[in-house]
């Protein structure tokens, strides 16, 4: 078969030379196939000396830079020559030469780079033919299956599935790289038809369902954990409970998780570590990958060393163990050699996982290779077991020599996988659910619960979940009933979830059911809930224990027959608090029962409705008045009633309306040159709105000289006297005001129509308002003199720091910009109205310039400049240890910041070296700090994602 669209040569008219080229070309008999391995793969011949230095390495392996070509080593983009190249190859394994002659081995030339490299194919074995897809990915990952069965002498094909046609050269996208689901699909069906036996695919996660007869034989680290985290823990208890971890880095991922046993780990090499498993001193090994296959790696043995090991387990024991390892494409390529060399009625076999294992051990179901950032993911069993593990993973173990239960091996000896989990659900709100119980719903098979308790949990379930709604919380007359149905699901070897509202042991049957299951040896794991005692009086805002108030509370089930024996402390209702777990119709029960050991009638309750749920009801009366204020349902739902004093603090500390602060608890500094910047100002205002801490750091101090101070005097006297008169442009005639065309719905102050007042005073800074009224009061005037004088403000932080010097602004810009606030006073300034403008020497004079163009009596007054704030080095790293982010809103305040930091003599790395994030505004801000070094983190709808 030629590249570049030439027809390949038939196999079988190779003739003799054709064998002779192999037979040299494969280095005698090294790579002979045995003659009693028949139908089955050959095992390459291995060296008598087990001496490490004389066994292949990785290096050894002959990695073909399959990309530097468009066509190498048997790829072709051609379909005829592909076709006429796999009609000779079925020719020469049917030992044809289209004379009807017979060969024992053939070769096809295979021409790459002006190279000629034979082939040999051995007649007695089935031919391996490997399909790939996307073929610019599939060339990639299909080089180290190639390079291995070349060295191993074993027949092979590869040919392209035809799917799409694209070239490697004409990828645009990233996601052209993965393979779609019809291209998968006709994989699959290539591998079921035997047109394939090997099915390299480039996907970025594994399928949820694969055919029958389609099995994994490596995944990606992601996908691999995905998979993977089926716990050991889920299986019940044996005699066993050792786990073998033979590697130090795996030890280091086996950590932290509390288990069902605790594990140990020995520098053993793969046929020790299988010694252990055989003897039973060890129900379970975690190996690496690339411990497996070669020296290099601290294993003994080569991966054609390990094919002759013949180690049998005894009758009735199995071993698992996990194959995880960043590992190099030849390793995969080695153990793929392994998978199909090995003989399955003798040895261990390195059993591909599989999603629905088919019943014929001994029929060779297609293989199918995932691979992704080089990491691969297998399992070895014993396949002797009646019933082989459909899954084990590298789960986190707790520390060493810690022992926790003997739930493991049990599951690994005996391939028992049914587990039972009682889940504290809490109200039932999916927010308020635990990260292990929302991990065990993924998982589940079976799901017993009450459907109005736990129906807004649904959606978490699997699509092949089941469902058992049960009429109440499965009390005392229903526990029969319910451990049948968790026995029989267990037998099954389903995983169970019961779901039980609140916490597992409190206010609930779980304790009861627990009980009942260890009576009956039914093992099973429990995982607490946020009991509703709890969190609904916290909801409602009433602390159940503080100091002074309520020292101590006390919890009831109200469906406790013997409730009315107890003796209640008739101080409880003044010092401490009472919890009754009860329906809305036994209210009038519990405040008699209340009232008549001496309780007052005015002492404060409370119930509540769907307790800790975020939607829960609420109501607050007396002892006296709970019967009228309770209304009873046709269909009573349990609530929870709250007896005492400490009830009354509900009125201040309920917090339900609150609502949802994402920012609550992020701190973001904020540098800023002017405080009454209208785009800081915003995102300051919108962060202080969702719970974020704003820290300011200013960057500039407001200088105020003799001659700004001249000029506010003057001011002062011309506005006072009234004889302020500003030239006009061009005399326009007076007009009556006109009303009011905004509305100020924040300050709730806006009148009816604009009073007439020939001075308008407008402030564009903060500091221009501190500035002005520092001076005034600073030259003995009287703020009352201003009176007469109407106030504009161009957004709220003005308007807010007038506010703080005792003046209430008349107009505040809704646009929150100076040219906005020019723009609107158009619409109701007159001839005869004046403005002064106040704002910094190095502010925008557009206003002025607006109000000029349009004929109104206008003038700008600079009352103060600005110079660069220093501020000190332990100043600026104190704030950086406070804050999370900083936010730059303006390109302005980018340059003094970098100022700042370099007079403080701080480099990047006082940035770098603390968890804190720069935050750009818009894409010029960040071009700025870019330009002066600075590593930006993102825009400002980071902290909105959050």
């Not at 494969?26 to 391995?37: I, K, V, W």
């Not at 392996?61 to 006429?84: E, I």
């Not at 009352?863 to 809103?889: C, G, K, T, W």
């Not at 700090?929 to 993102?938: E, I, N, P, Y």
Request: net charge negative; with cysteine; charged share 20%.
């Amino acid at each position: 078969m030629r590249s570049g669209g030439q027809a390949a040569k038939p196999a079988g008219a190779a003739g003799a030379v054709g064998a002779a080229k192999a037979a040299g070309a494969a280095g005698g008999d090294d790579f002979a196939a045995p003659a009693d391995m028949s139908g089955v793969f050959g095992v390459s011949r291995v060296p008598e000396s087990r001496d490490a230095s004389k066994l292949p390495r990785s290096a050894d392996l002959g990695r073909v830079d399959l990309l530097n070509g468009a066509n190498k080593l048997g790829f072709t983009n051609n379909k005829a020559a592909v076709s006429q190249g796999a009609q000779g190859l079925r020719d020469a394994q049917a030992g044809q030469d289209g004379k009807g002659g017979k060969w024992s081995q053939s070769e096809i030339t295979v021409q790459a780079d002006n190279a000629v490299r034979p082939l040999r194919l051995n007649t007695n074995g089935p031919l391996v033919r490997v399909g790939a897809i996307p073929w610019q990915i599939a060339v990639d990952r299909a080089e180290w299956v190639v390079s291995r069965l070349r060295r191993a002498g074993l027949p092979f094909h590869l040919t392209q599935v035809p799917v799409s046609g694209f070239d490697r050269h004409s990828i645009i996208n990233k996601e052209d790289y993965y393979a779609s689901p019809a291209q998968v699909e006709k994989v699959f069906d290539a591998l079921l038809n035997r047109q394939i036996e090997i099915g390299v695919i480039a996907l970025p996660e594994l399928p949820q369902k694969l055919p029958a007869g389609i099995r994994v034989a490596a995944i990606s680290e992601v996908v691999a954990a995905e998979y993977a985290l089926v716990s050991l823990s889920d299986h019940p208890a044996g005699e066993h409970d050792f786990i073998g971890v033979y590697s130090f880095s795996l030890a280091r991922q086996l950590r932290s998780e509390k288990l069902g046993a605790h594990y140990e780990q020995r520098p053993y090499n793969f046929e020790q570590a299988l010694t252990c498993l055989h003897e039973g001193v060890w129900g379970a090994c975690a190996i690496p990958l690339a411990d497996l296959i070669f020296d290099g790696c601290s294993s003994e043995y080569s991966v054609e060393v390990l094919s002759k090991q013949r180690v049998v387990p005894p009758a009735g024991q199995g071993a698992v163990a996990v194959l995880v390892s960043d590992c190099e494409d030849e390793l995969a390529a080695a153990v793929f050699s392994f998978l199909h060399n090995v003989e399955t009625e003798k040895i261990y076999r390195l059993e591909i996982e599989i999603a629905n294992l088919v019943s014929d051990r001994k029929e060779r179901a297609g293989s199918c290779i995932w691979s992704e950032n080089n990491t691969y993911f297998m399992s070895l069993y014993n396949p002797r077991l009646e019933r082989p593990f459909q899954r084990w993973l590298c789960k986190p173990i707790s520390e060493p020599g810690k022992r926790i239960n003997k739930q493991l091996c049990y599951s690994i000896l005996h391939g028992v996988t049914g587990n039972v989990h009682l889940i504290g659900i809490g109200s039932g709100a999916p927010k308020q659910l635990t990260i292990e119980a929302e991990y065990l719903l993924r998982r589940t098979d079976l799901v017993i619960c009450r459907s109005p308790q736990a129906e807004q949990l649904f959606y978490l379930l699997p699509v092949k979940a089941s469902i058992l709604d049960i009429d109440s919380d499965a009390r005392l007359e229903q526990m029969d009933f319910l451990l049948e149905q968790i026995i029989d699901a267990w037998r099954k070897g389903l995983k169970i979830a019961v779901l039980i509202r609140g916490d597992g042991y409190l206010l609930s049957c779980g304790g009861v059911l627990a009980k009942s299951l260890i009576e009956r040896r039914v093992p099973f794991q429990l995982t607490p809930g946020i009991s509703i005692s709890i969190s609904g009086p916290s909801l409602a805002g009433v602390p159940l224990i503080f100091p002074g108030r309520s020292p101590h509370a006390h919890l009831y089930d109200g469906s406790d027959p013997m409730l009315s024996t107890y003796r209640f402390d008739m101080t409880a209702g003044r010092q401490g608090t009472l919890l009754f777990y009860i329906v809305p119709s036994q209210g009038r029960y519990i405040a008699s029962l209340l009232m008549r050991q001496g309780f007052s009638a005015h002492t404060a309750v409370m119930f509540l409705a769907r307790p800790g749920h975020p939607e829960q009801g609420c109501v607050v009366s007396t002892l006296a008045m709970l019967e009228h204020a309770l209304s009873v349902p046709a269909n009573e739902q349990p609530g929870l009633l709250i007896v005492g004093e400490i009830v009354r603090s509900h009125e201040v500390m309920d917090r339900t309306d609150s609502g949802y602060k994402p920012l609550l608890g992020k701190s973001v500094l904020i540098p800023s040159i002017d405080n009454s910047d209208e785009r800081e100002f915003a995102w300051q205002r919108e962060w202080e709105e969702q719970g974020a801490h704003i820290i300011k750091l200013r960057l500039s101090a407001v200088l105020v000289d003799e001659d700004n101070k001249a000029v506010l005097r003057d001011l002062f006297d011309q506005i006072l006297r009234g004889d302020l008169c500003l030239p006009s442009v061009i005399k326009v005639p007076a007009t009556k005001h006109k009303e009011r065309l905004f509305e100020r719905d924040r300050h709730k102050n806006e009148p009816e129509q604009l009073n007439i007042t020939p001075v308008w005073l407008a402030f564009l800074s903060s500091d221009a308002v501190t500035t002005f009224f520092d001076e005034y009061l600073a030259s003995g005037h009287d703020m009352r003199q201003l009176s007469g004088c109407a106030f504009a403000a161009p957004n709220d932080e003005v308007y807010r720091t007038l506010s703080e010097v005792g003046i209430q602004a008349d107009y505040t810009a809704p646009g929150q910009t100076a040219e906005d606030l020019a723009g609107d006073m158009q619409r109701f300034l007159t001839s005869q109205d004046q403005i002064l403008v106040f704002r910094g020497a190095e502010d925008s004079e557009m206003m002025e310039i607006m109000l000029n163009m349009a004929k109104f009596r206008v003038r700008g007054v600079a009352i103060y400049h600005r110079q660069n704030s220093l501020p000190p080095a332990d100043r600026l790293l104190r704030l950086f240890d406070e804050a999370e982010y900083i936010a730059f809103a303006t390109v302005a305040v980018v340059n003094p910041f970098a100022y700042a930091m370099a007079a403080a003599k701080l480099g990047h790395d006082a940035l770098r070296n603390r968890p804190i994030r720069l935050l750009a505004a818009d894409a010029d801000v960040q071009e700025a700090l870019l330009d002066r070094g600075f590593q930006v983190h993102g825009s400002f709808g980071y902290l909105a994602d959050l």
